[in-house]
């Protein structure tokens, strides 16, 4: 008989249980219904022995014995009496036969008892003695009753005396006739008494043998509940033992996933700064392509290591939340600023809006928040086609009326239906099959964001119809920040200024651009720190070196070790949420779109070009602190361009070097222009030494180099000079560089003349390198 | 259904001051001595024992109620003094009392069955007086439908008839 039970792998024997169960149950049954048969019978039995006794004691058959024997014992002493009253020789005692005669009347009245008629009936000569008894005594009444017709005399009694004796025969017969009527009675009940032992006995013995039986089944069914019981214990421990192993091993591969990720990712952002120093090696369109190709796999696969490495630690449990106190508006302009060029590039229409209801500040992961919020417009540009992806952000009413922060991310994109919709949250589910393909994606994000969100209180939840978009709402409990001062504010924008001066960290390996910005920050009033490379940048913001805290880090792209993209993404992923929010901005000689791109990807919050004008700087400052950090700078009409739009390139860019002496005095702008151009023979050195070794990429990042701090001094020839040398290096003939390498050092001492000329000469020594020049005075 | 009817009369205090209080001379019987009361008797009013004639005993308390006995087919009233009360008029003192009857029958009644159960003298048979030939003149009587464990041979043979003498021992 197949049942549920026998699937199971954890009874065995669950096939023959049932039937063994019927079994048993059955012979309970059976036991149970004899058990109570037998009770009856042993109440009827006793019931009718009890009937038998009641019968043997109210009837009292033996008592009629002693009666009748009475009445023949008064009839012989009456006949001893009469005989006394006849004789002639004895006086006659008329009172004491009376007496005798009245006491065996007395008796004689027994016999016509009911009980004793029923014992002596059936008898026949039963009736026939009471009726001759009877007659007797009509007789002697006649003497002796209770009106006596005649005197009691010797001859009367002795004329009645014949009848007397007569009666002796049958009262005898009587006497013997009860006797042996109720011995046979006797018998009789005795007979029924073994009976009704013998029965009582049989059905104890029965009732005996069946209390046995259930007991010895009773105890089976103990045993076996007991046994049964044992197992169930065993397999709970083996169950319970199971489960730790399995939750060790589900940890252990969490944590090995977590380690994996992150290990991988060390290695990744080794192969992704080699694939942005690649591109510095000359390439032709083709090789171009490919590596914009392997850089944007490069990226997608580390985003996908980044939800990997947050999906493992969201299920290790080890993803904690840093709240801090966040500016929503300018958490949201941040946003803004990644979101917009992804929104750009599909010509969708990006609004991101905050209700003025909301307040400014709130404590919130900050990073955290963002990433959900980046990953919910994303998802929305990336399914939306054209149109326009909304992002509004108010406050609103939770469930149990405390006050929440709602995040709605709305598109016009393609929609979902209800199934996909309920499959959405789930992980490696991305909409459906042919979107996935369509889209790419782990498929994580939703799940990270959803986990992020309930990690914060929160959650996710959304509303679409195919066709017509979709709308997710993030929700998140609001707790209000620190009051900041409020600040007036165009356009709404209130942000805290931060502590006056900035602690501003430049990672720039070019000396002279470090003194350049040292002098700019100098200039605008903050502090500037230096390190060489993208590696010192991300150890001073991991250790912060002297407890100094960065407000914010100028990142120069083009570093040796490690470069700004990859330092940026380093600086990102820190364990210190102060370190890892930390507003960046890029510092880069081109300003190529993609690379602005890839700046704001790897997490970067602006981008300047060089040279960087203190306005640019200023308003960038602005942007990430607000309108406070740089009021008094005045804001010049049109960004300086380095470069004059027609005809060769000056010597000395005039409106470059107007706006470095805004940062500095001519004396220090001389030095530094001095200092460039002593090196300049070094770098010379350098350039043709990687022409000889066929280094191209040796060539582009000197001439990069170069580029950068040419373009901050102002020196125009020099700067563009580098340039050629930048974009050629890996396609222009040898010669054709020879002769860039060759104007470049002629270039040198024509920028000298015609920095002197300009009165930037040097005030302090003269460059050895650089033809003897006439000491110039700094003028003003 | 068993009734039992006690009927108290104005003479209770008395008998039982008799009962308590120290050996008092029991009158004489004027008519014919219908029971002698012999034995450790400490009223005795002849010669050591004590003889009722019909009149004293009907002079006594009378208990009556009717029950069902071995001898008649129904269920009769008998009427009498109380056993225990005679015992204390005579001023008897003993733990067995043999009941002698008209025909030399004797029966003993333990002193408890006395002092347990209301035994009774019965002298009125449904109210009249009993013949010696209707088992009179007095009889010993329990009530055995009030107390059905008197229903056995052992109380029906203690139930003498035809009672004359009581002897105290």
């Known amino acids: ?780 | 259904m068993t009734t039992i009817r006690r009927i108290l009369l104005k003479t209770t205090g008395a008998w039982l001051l008799g009962a308590a209080g120290p050996a008092r001379a029991l009158d004489k019987p004027a008519g014919a001595v219908v029971l002698t009361v012999a034995g450790r008797v400490r009223s005795p009013n002849a010669d050591a024992v004590a003889n009722f004639d019909m009149a004293m005993l009907e002079r006594m308390p009378q208990t009556s109620f009717t029950t069902r006995t071995p001898w008649y087919a129904h269920a009769r009233k008998f009427t009498g003094p109380l056993l225990r009360d005679v015992l204390s008029l005579a001023g008897a003192s003993g733990s067995t009392l043999r009941a002698v009857a008209l025909n030399d029958y004797w029966v003993e009644i333990p002193a408890e069955d006395v002092a347990q159960y209301d035994v009774i003298v019965a002298r009125l048979l449904d109210d009249k007086p009993m013949a010696v030939r209707d088992k009179g003149p007095l009889f010993v009587i329990y009530p055995f439908d009030a107390r059905p464990e008197l229903r056995n041979p052992v109380y029906y043979s203690r139930s003498a008839w035809q009672l004359r003498t009581i002897e105290v021992r």
């Open chain 1, 1 to 780: 008989m197949a049942t549920a039970n026998d699937r199971s792998p954890l009874a065995p024997h669950a096939a023959a249980e049932p039937g063994a169960r019927r079994w048993r149950a059955t012979w309970l049954g059976a036991i149970g219904v004899s058990l109570g048969l037998a009770l009856l019978a042993v109440a009827l039995v006793q019931g009718r022995q009890a009937t038998l006794l009641n019968q043997t004691v109210t009837v009292g058959d033996d008592y009629v014995v002693l009666t009748v024997y009475q009445v023949e014992t008064e009839y012989l002493r009456l006949c001893n009496q009469w005989h006394r009253a006849i004789d002639p020789r004895i006086p006659l005692d008329r009172d004491a036969l009376q007496l005798r005669y009245d006491i065996w009347i007395s008796r004689i009245g027994l016999l016509h008892n009911d009980r004793t008629s029923r014992v002596m009936f059936g008898q026949a000569d039963f009736s026939d003695t009471l009726r001759q008894i009877d007659a007797f005594i009509v007789r002697a009444d006649e003497l002796l009753g209770a009106k006596p017709q005649r005197p009691v005399t010797r001859d009367a009694l002795e004329a009645l005396e014949p009848a007397l004796m007569a009666l002796g025969e049958p009262t005898h017969g009587m006497s013997l006739r009860a006797a042996h009527h109720v011995g046979a009675q006797l018998a009789q009940r005795n007979v029924a008494v073994r009976q009704h032992n013998q029965v009582g006995l049989g059905l104890t013995i029965f009732l005996s043998a069946l209390t046995l039986a259930f007991a010895l089944i009773s105890l089976r069914q103990m045993r076996q509940l007991e046994q049964r019981r044992a197992a169930l214990e065993e397999l709970a421990a083996n169950l319970r033992v199971a489960r730790r192993d399995a939750e060790a091993a589900s940890e252990a591969k969490s944590m090995f996933l977590a380690n994996m990720s992150h290990e991988i990712r060390t290695p990744f952002h080794g192969l992704m700064g080699m694939l942005s120093l690649l591109r510095e090696t000359g390439l032709n369109p083709r090789q171009i392509d490919y590596l914009r190709t392997a850089t944007e796999s490069a990226d997608h696969l580390l985003a996908i290591l980044n939800d990997i490495l947050d999906m493992s630690q969201l299920e290790s449990g080890r993803m904690t939340l840093a709240a801090a106190p966040v500016d929503l508006r300018a958490l949201l302009r941040d946003v803004e600023s990644l979101m917009r060029p992804q929104a750009n590039a599909k010509h969708l229409a990006l609004h991101i809006d905050a209700d003025p209801s909301v307040p400014d500040r709130v404590l919130a992961d900050p990073t955290r928040v963002k990433q959900v919020v980046f990953n919910l417009l994303s998802n929305a540009i990336k399914f939306s086609d054209r149109g326009a992806v909304v992002l509004d952000l108010r406050q609103a009413e939770g469930a149990g009326g405390a006050a929440e922060l709602e995040f709605v991310v709305s598109d016009t994109g393609i929609g979902m239906d209800d199934a996909t919709q309920a499959a959405l949250f789930r992980r490696f589910v991305q909409g459906d099959g042919s979107r996935s393909r369509r889209h790419g994606g782990t498929g994580l994000g939703l799940e990270i964001s959803r986990n992020l969100a309930r990690l914060m209180g929160g959650d996710i939840t959304v509303r679409s119809k195919v066709g017509e978009g979709s709308a997710f709402t993030f929700r998140m409990p609001l707790q209000m920040g620190p009051e900041a001062p409020s600040t007036h504010g165009a356009a709404g924008h209130e942000t805290v200024p931060p502590p006056r001066p900035l602690q501003v960290l430049v990672a720039e390996d070019h000396p002279v651009n470090r003194q350049y910005m040292a002098a700019l920050l100098e200039s605008l009033g903050h502090e500037a720190h230096f390190t060489a490379n993208g590696e010192e940048a991300v150890e001073a913001m991991r250790y912060r070196p002297g407890g100094r805290r960065f407000d914010i880090v100028l990142m120069d792209l083009h570093m040796p070790v490690l470069d700004g993209v990859g330092a940026t993404r380093a600086i990102r992923t820190l364990p210190d949420p102060a370190a890892a929010t930390v507003p960046i901005v890029a510092l880069t000689a081109d300003a190529f779109s993609e690379t602005r791109d890839r700046c704001l990807v790897a997490g970067m919050n602006d981008f300047l070009t060089k040279p960087v004008s203190p306005q640019k700087l200023a308003a960038s400052l602005r942007r990430l602190f607000g309108a406070d950090a740089l009021a008094e700078m005045p804001i010049e009409a049109a960004p300086i361009e380095p470069l004059a739009p027609t005809g060769a390139p000056p010597f000395i860019d005039n409106a470059a070097v107007a706006m470095a002496l805004q940062i500095m005095p001519r004396e220090r702008l001389a030095a530094m222009i001095h200092e460039f151009l002593e090196q300049g023979p070094q770098t010379v050195q350098r350039l043709r030494a990687a022409v000889r070794d066929a280094q191209p990429l040796e060539l582009r990042v000197n001439a990069h180099a170069a580029r950068g701090a040419a373009l901050n001094l102002g020196l125009a020839a020099i700067a563009a000079t580098a340039e050629a040398l930048h974009e050629g290096a890996s396609h222009l003939p040898a010669h054709e560089i020879a002769r860039l390498v060759q104007r470049f050092e002629d270039l040198l001492r024509l920028t000298l003349e015609a920095a002197r000329a300009a009165g930037l000469g040097a005030s302090a020594k003269p460059a050895p390198a650089a033809p003897p020049a006439p000491a110039a005075s700094a003028t003003g």
